[in-house]
């Protein structure tokens, strides 16, 4: 009806809503703060030009709108790269999110070639399409980080492939280890955290555009030339599953608090580790932070913060789980709710995993606090064990040796290494003075040697094999 009075109603005209001129009164104030999503999906902005773009391009391919639409959508989203990059660009809370703020803003510049954007689409599968790009380029960035951290850790595994430390069960001092394999668990696990983060793009790319609202176009699109010009692997196979789901925003919120859980594990040793009864390590100032009231305080405040922020990346595993839990097909507005946790997850990681690759090569280490504790608690014992065993007693009797001779230099006050032969030999007959090898740190260390063992040399194979790695993201 363009000639009634209705017509005033227009899309985007600004006295009405941006979406139609079915309604007869507006939203009030806070019903329209508390449905816009426009304060924090304009992040996604530069994502939301680029699949407006490969839409206008195939929509121009298949003849829906013509060669100078498209020019002038080009030209038109040009501007509006160029006015957001600046911090010029007007974001209005009547537009409600950023799809209608820059479509809108599109009109504003070119006329009726910005109006037929739209053709064939619906932001149900334009916000899908929008998120998978924004997450897709997170897990590029956050698996770059994670495969620099790895780096860091197995150049200071490398410096320390023979520093003795006690490695711990049940946080009591249980064999010796060296400081370089401990750190390679590390790299193990964020190595595995690298191939999650993998494995969850291969499902975030896939392109949704093309399912519209939720069934579909009745133009002949081309999906598979947009899912080229985004580079998505592949075309979401069915319309309402496209518009609805999110599943693959929770698996990565999963790797997300998995990478988190590790850096926390991480967080706590290093915590411990500085405190001055261990003082193990020390790190750089500029991860710490002093206390107002006592002057001799150097807190470890970055490790105690991710290991605090571990927690709300959970949450956001939570939140997003039970939002889609209730959902009926197809896309409903509760989705809108996927995106703040979304990007919290996305930013804590990233920054977290960007300030520990550099903390972890700023790191000092005291080797011979290290030793000194090693060298307190017996952590040698088990190999005294293996080497009775070696010589032919059964292990539980040697078991049983190892034991009465562990109690006997508690009375002592002395290390087992401290023990004259004479002693030792009335706990055991069969040893002898060759016991003083497997008896020593390094010895018990070096004995270590087969894959996954603690030896310095398995360690330097080890820590060079993931310098060797590749630097491509797959
Ligand atoms: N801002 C919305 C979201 O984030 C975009 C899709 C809105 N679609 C709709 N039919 N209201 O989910």
Redesign the pocket.
Known sequence: MPNTPLSSHNQFDNKSQA?SARFSEPVSELVKRYT???NF?QRMAHFDIQGSLAHADMLASIGIISAQDLTEIQRGMGQITQEIEAGQFNWSLDL????LNIEKRLVELIGDAGKRLHTGR???D???TD?RLWLRHEVDTSSNLLRILRHKLAQLALQHADTIMPGFTHLQVAQPITFGHHLLAYAEMFGRDAERLADCRRRINRLPLGAA?LAGTSYPIDRERVARTLAFDSVCRNSLDAVSDRDFAIEFCAAAALIMMHISRLSEELVLWMNPRIGFIDLADRFCTGSSIMPQKKNPDVPELARGKTGRVYGHLTALLTLMKGQPLA?N?D?????EGLFDAADTIRDTLTIFADMIGGIQVNADAMRAAALQGYATATDLADYLVKKGVPFRDAHETVALAVRHCETQQCDLADLTLATLQSFHALIDTDVFEVLTLEGSVAARRHIGGTAPERVRIEAQCILDEKQSND
């Open positions: 979406w816009a999503s426009v999906d409600e999110d950023v799809h619906s932001r149900n334009q916000v899908a998120i609202a896309y507005k989705n809108q709710e996927d995106k």
